[in-house]
DNA sequence: ATACCAATTGAAAATCGTTTTCAATTAGAA
DNA sequence: TTCTAATTGAAAACGATTTTCAATTGGTAT
């Protein structure tokens, strides 16, 4: 399956000019091979173990044509404004993430139709899409005693 | 009323062991004095020409402070990951950005109780608050001719 | 009013993530 | 195999933010 899904994703780079090389079969291998959001070093971190020579521009660079390709998806987070990339997710959704642990959870079922309708006929704009997260304090750590220990 | 409010704030600031300053004094008179939300560079560019000795550096220990304090709100967009910075918001609100020309407009009345009470009882999460920015292209872009043009 | 000291300031350097430049390499069509 | 546009990595450039540090200052206690 997972040769099939990369064949694929090279037929799609073919046919915009771009071409398949093995750095960028180890990021898609990493990037769909991880449930989790990734930094583009996180990314490289774990590339580097197959691919030691690659370099950290490869990566921008491959993660910047997967996501004009809508492959991948682009987020960030609250706290660090740094912008977080994720792997293609599994159709609509949104984030919950923890301030003190900083674990994320995915979110479905946000129906904001109505309201883009209402702002969309209020306003004039046509709504291409949102982000929505919504932060606050998981059960673990909420068990574990409340304030202190915010991640930095 | 805007004495009132910075002699206010410096009694919050007093409290907190911190000190009013002139140029925490400027900084806030453009925060205040501005209805849109401003990055650290445009705040300094418009504080330095009332208080042109003022460093940089003295606009961001500033706006951590006031964040700290909850006097203003930390904000980002979508695309460049910068982290903007607003002034205190009339109440609870959002933001629609258009994808062309940056135009961003002030969305009220998101209702997420609902949502934000089922995911709560579901993951056993306590959600302390959500950030919702929608995207597209405003009126004016979309008359002066979809595609192109879009911004940097 | 004066003294005092922790808090504040600005300049400069350091950091960090990201982008640009460029010469050498390579994927893939012909 | 040949050919060429696309790709690569190193290094430098970049822009935003943070840290360091010595000099200054706000505000409280005398
Ligand atoms: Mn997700
Ligand atoms: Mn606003
Ligand atoms: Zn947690
Ligand atoms: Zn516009």
């Known amino acids: 399956m997972k ?3 990369l064949t694929g994703i090279a037929g799609i780079l073919r046919k915009n000019t771009y071409k398949m090389t093995p750095q960028r079969r180890a990021v898609l291998e990493v990037i769909t091979g991880s449930h989790d959001h990734l930094t583009p070093q996180a ?4 590339v ?3 691919y030691p020579a690659i370099g950290l521009v490869t990566i921008y660079r491959t993660l910047e044509i997967l996501a004009d390709l809508n492959l991948v998806c682009r987020v ?3 706290d660090n404004c740094r912008s977080y990339l994720m792997r293609r997710p599994n159709g609509h959704h949104h984030h919950m993430v923890c301030k003190s642990c900083g674990e994320v959870i995915d ?10 309708q209402r702002l969309s006929r209020e306003t004039g704009f046509k709504i291409d899409g949102h982000l929505l997260e919504f932060n606050g304090h998981c059960r673990a750590c909420l068990d574990r005693g409340e304030n202190d220990n915010e991640q930095r």
């Open 76 to 78: 960030h987070a609250e």
């Open 107 to 116: 979110i479905t079922g946000c129906n904001l139709d109505e309201l883009e």
């Open 3 to 5: 040769t099939d899904a």
């Open 43 to 46: 990314i490289y971190r774990r």
């Open 48 to 50: 580097q173990k197959k």
